[in-house]
């Protein structure tokens, strides 16, 4: 058999290690402790395996999902990462230019390097993430901002009470980065306040202040279990997001292919059901549909492509719409409803398992 020619986005990865810093690199890529959750992530997806439907008219294929009561033309949207202006100058707002032509969402880290202005005035639909700081009050310049702005959500990451360790070769980017690349929607003085520091005592309780302090859907990132689900849709989450922080959390936790079905089943139809994690390409973003997501997230293969600046964003997008239609295609499914009931059981001798 001859050597297999991979596809643009098979290839992304390696093509931007080359264009990074050691230090930028290891950053975007790395996971916590021995880094098996992210290694495990995307092999996860592919272990699953599907029932496609014959005989179907496929000849129209609409990839387009309602997320919180608005259309996004992409089942997939842009996870929240820092650092984006050390990828690439334009930073933030190269990706949202990018992800607003292709009719997608955006969701933007509290420690982005472009402020929400130059953000929303590429016309991109956008969700703010927040960490909470253990004084509360010190976060509210910053929601009040996003919501000017016109963030349609907040996401609270609930999975980072502490920032899990990791281990550089070559030095921390945040101590080689320029101070104007991050947190620059946090007002003059922010940083080193008493106060500040991540809040070791989070609880149900936040989801329903930050709901009513903005105004806006709360949706909680970073739940791996159906209980937990359940107490943030009780809380009043409008959606719960199976993530773990791309491995960069609690190493050793189950994939979030696995915990998708969980969450999924608590959850019922009283909340959307989102997930992250090793989502690559087109067949993994049908696998996670089919797995019971309204929509995944996708983190560093984003960045992957923002080395080449809007365009590459632009082209990833454009190249996961294709395969993502693709194989809609030839699993018979005209729309992201149509998904739902491809997954097969797991198999006796274990091909569906990790
Ligand atoms: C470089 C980098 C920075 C990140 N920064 C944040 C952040 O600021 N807030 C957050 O909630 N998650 C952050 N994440 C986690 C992502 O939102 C997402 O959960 C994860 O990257 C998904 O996995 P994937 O990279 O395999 O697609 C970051 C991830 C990476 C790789």
Same mark, same amino acid.
């Given at each position: 058999?001859?050597?297999?020619?991979?596809?643009?986005?098979?290839?992304?990865? @390696?093509?931007? @290690?080359?264009?990074?810093?050691?230090?930028?690199?290891?950053?975007?890529?790395?996971?916590?402790?021995?880094?098996?959750?992210?290694?495990? @992530?995307?092999?996860?997806?592919?272990?699953?395996?599907?029932?496609?439907?014959?005989?179907?008219?496929?000849?129209?294929?609409?990839?387009?999902?309602?997320?919180?009561?608005?259309?996004?033309?992409?089942?997939?949207?842009?996870?929240?990462?820092?650092?984006?202006?050390?990828?690439?100058?334009?930073?933030?707002?190269?990706?949202?230019?990018?992800?607003?032509?292709?009719?997608?969402?955006?969701?933007?880290?509290? *420690?982005?390097?472009?402020?929400?202005?130059?953000?929303?005035?590429?016309?991109?639909?956008?969700?703010?993430?927040?960490?909470?700081?253990?004084?509360?009050?010190?976060?509210?310049?910053?929601?009040?901002?996003?919501?000017?702005?016109?963030?349609?959500?907040?996401?609270?990451?609930?999975?980072?009470?502490?920032?899990?360790?990791?281990?550089?070769?070559?030095?921390?980017?945040?101590?080689? @980065?320029?101070?104007?690349?991050?947190?620059? *929607?946090?007002?003059?003085?922010?940083?080193?306040?008493?106060?500040?520091?991540?809040?070791?005592?989070?609880?149900?309780?936040?989801?329903?202040?930050?709901?009513?302090?903005?105004?806006?859907?709360?949706?909680?990132?970073?739940?791996?279990?159906?209980?937990?689900?359940?107490?943030?849709?009780?809380?009043?989450?409008?959606?719960?997001?199976?993530?773990?922080?791309?491995?960069?959390?609690?190493?050793?936790?189950?994939?979030?292919?696995?915990?998708?079905?969980?969450?999924?089943?608590?959850?019922?139809?009283?909340?959307?059901?989102?997930?992250?994690?090793?989502?690559?390409?087109?067949?993994?973003?049908?696998?996670?549909?089919?797995?019971?997501?309204?929509?995944?997230?996708?983190?560093? =293969?984003?960045?992957?492509?923002?080395?080449?600046?809007?365009?590459?964003?632009?082209?990833?997008?454009?190249?996961?719409?294709?395969?993502? !239609?693709?194989?809609?295609?030839?699993? !018979?499914?005209?729309?992201?409803?149509?998904?739902?009931?491809?997954?097969? =059981?797991?198999? *006796?001798?274990?091909? *569906?398992?990790?």
């Amino acid at each position: 058999m001859g050597e297999r020619v991979g596809s643009w986005l098979s290839g992304l990865e @390696a093509r931007a @290690a080359r264009s990074m810093s050691t230090p930028l690199r290891e950053y975007v890529e790395h996971g916590s402790g021995e880094g098996h959750t992210t290694g495990e @992530a995307t092999r996860a997806w592919r272990s699953l395996r599907l029932r496609p439907h014959v005989l179907r008219d496929v000849t129209d294929v609409d990839l387009g999902v309602t997320l919180l009561g608005r259309p996004s033309r992409l089942p997939w949207g842009v996870a929240p990462t820092s650092l984006q202006r050390a990828v690439h100058p334009d930073g933030e707002v190269a990706t949202a230019r990018a992800t607003a032509a292709a009719g997608g969402l955006m969701v933007v880290s509290s *420690n982005a390097g472009s402020t929400f202005a130059e953000i929303a005035a590429t016309g991109v639909d956008w969700w703010l993430q927040v960490y909470l700081p253990s004084d509360r009050t010190l976060v509210g310049p910053l929601l009040d901002r996003a919501v000017e702005a016109g963030a349609g959500a907040v996401v609270l990451t609930v999975d980072t009470p502490v920032v899990a360790t990791w281990y550089p070769t070559e030095g921390l980017i945040w101590d080689l @980065a320029d101070p104007a690349w991050t947190r620059v *929607n946090f007002g003059p003085g922010h940083e080193g306040q008493p106060g500040t520091e991540k809040a070791l005592d989070l609880g149900p309780h936040d989801i329903d202040w930050l709901r009513e302090r903005t105004g806006l859907p709360v949706v909680v990132k970073g739940v791996l279990r159906g209980d937990d689900a359940r107490r943030c849709v009780q809380a009043g989450a409008a959606a719960v997001w199976v993530s773990t922080h791309g491995g960069r959390q609690l190493d050793r936790v189950l994939t979030t292919a696995q915990a998708l079905l969980e969450v999924r089943a608590a959850v019922g139809a009283e909340a959307e059901v989102y997930v992250d994690g090793g989502l690559r390409d087109g067949i993994d973003v049908l696998s996670a549909l089919a797995s019971g997501a309204d929509a995944v997230f996708v983190g560093r =293969p984003v960045l992957h492509a923002l080395v080449e600046g809007e365009a590459g964003v632009a082209r990833w997008h454009a190249a996961m719409s294709a395969e993502t !239609g693709e194989a809609m295609r030839l699993a !018979g499914c005209r729309s992201v409803a149509d998904t739902r009931d491809l997954l097969a =059981p797991p198999a *006796n001798d274990g091909l *569906n398992r990790l």
